[in-house]
């Protein structure tokens, strides 16, 4: 029997067996960071346990010139987005990554000239913000189901398809729904994360990438990322927008307010710590392949990507133009940027996005 042909409990095995292999690394990488952070806690006890209370959202949360606060009914849940410009203009939709909200889309949704073009609507993915929080249990956060919430967004947003944005986890999600529904995706951007396979050959043959990539290990653990994410006000998340970015002038005091909120709320941390948690599910598929021809995209693609990312390698962005998985793909690199690239140089980011759709006008 080959092993595409192996049956469900053989697949829910190795999954098992993946998880266990990932959460035992976890294990390993956590012995220093938590040494590391019960140093902190001895040296500072009483700042260490002390949180801010955070009952309402920041001022710069509801500033009206990026949009409209709505709600919309998809899945089974309820997805909060904000939305500008006018609804007669086509869609361009913006998916968030970790640890982020609909927030860290603020540079691109008051910008005119995107709003001259397309009705902006950034949204707080399952989970996140002030979206539906389903279930503590990791499942409920499959990637199969959140391409599905993003499929049933653009309907419900009165749309047949959309200029799809999106950057980390968000950008994961949009590569999926783009093989998945490729008739939803007019034009696909991405920010900071290669495409799967891509990920996939690049960490084999690249020790640098696994190094880099062991906080995913991490985060397989139960309970204890999310007690040392806490810690000293979320202070691990504060220090990782800073250390991830080189226009740190970008990233105020009350824009990290704004995601110190958004993670306060109950359930949030787990929800976006639930992400990471189902990957050994999308390893599977990986370790026994089912029989099916690899999936193409047809769509104009937009690669982009920080040249000082300390997450994700940046020479995998021009791996997008060479590996045959495109008909149409352009990757470029910001030298003078890290992970969150649209909050860091949005002007960039912006007009750069703006001429390629131009360019792609008469596709």
């Not at 084999?204 to 990322?225: D, E, G, T």
């Not at 990757?331 to 759709?357: G, I, K, Y």
Request: hydrophobic fraction near 45%; include cysteine.
């Amino acid at each position: 029997m080959s092993i595409a042909a192996w049956p469900l409990p053989a697949r829910v095995c190795v999954r098992l067996f993946v998880s266990a292999v990932m959460i035992f690394v976890g294990l390993v990488v956590s012995l220093p960071v938590l040494i590391f952070v019960l140093c902190g806690v001895n040296r500072k006890p009483m700042k260490a346990f002390s949180w801010k209370k955070r009952t309402l959202p920041p001022a710069v949360y509801l500033d009206k010139s990026l949009g409209k606060h709505e709600v919309a009914n998809v899945n089974g849940i309820q997805l909060y987005y904000v939305g500008s410009g006018s609804t007669e203009k086509p869609l361009m939709l913006f998916l968030h990554g970790f640890p982020e909200c609909w927030y860290s889309w603020r540079y691109q949704l008051k910008c005119q000239e995107l709003q001259d073009k397309y009705r902006l609507v950034a949204v707080d993915l399952r989970g996140y913000g002030r979206s539906s929080k389903p279930s503590y249990f990791h499942w409920a956060y499959h990637r199969d189901i959140l391409v599905e919430d993003v499929h049933q967004l653009i309907r419900a947003l009165g749309y047949d398809s959309c200029v799809l944005v999106a950057h980390d986890w968000g950008a994961n999600i949009a590569f999926a729904m783009a093989r998945e529904h490729p008739e939803e995706v007019d034009r696909l951007v991405i920010m900071d994360v290669p495409e799967d396979r891509i990920m996939r050959s690049f960490m084999f043959s690249h020790l640098s990438q696994i190094k880099k990539s062991l906080y995913m290990f991490f985060f397989q653990l139960p309970i204890i990322p999310e007690m040392t994410m806490t810690l000293f006000d979320y202070g691990a998340m504060a220090s990782a927008f800073k250390k991830q970015m080189v226009n740190k002038d970008r990233m105020s005091a009350d824009d990290i307010e704004v995601f110190k909120w958004n993670f306060g709320s109950r359930g949030t941390l787990t929800a976006g710590l639930n992400y990471y948690r189902n990957i050994p599910s999308l390893l599977v598929p990986i370790i026994l392949p089912k029989r099916r021809p690899e999936k193409r995209y047809a769509m104009p693609v937009l690669v982009l990507w920080g040249e000082k990312d300390p997450a994700l390698d940046p020479a995998m962005a021009k791996l997008h133009e060479d590996c045959g998985f495109f008909d149409d793909v352009t990757s470029h690199v910001f030298s003078e940027s890290a992970h969150f690239l649209q909050q860091e140089l949005p002007n960039e980011v912006n007009t750069l996005v703006l001429e390629w759709l131009a360019s792609k006008e008469s596709m």
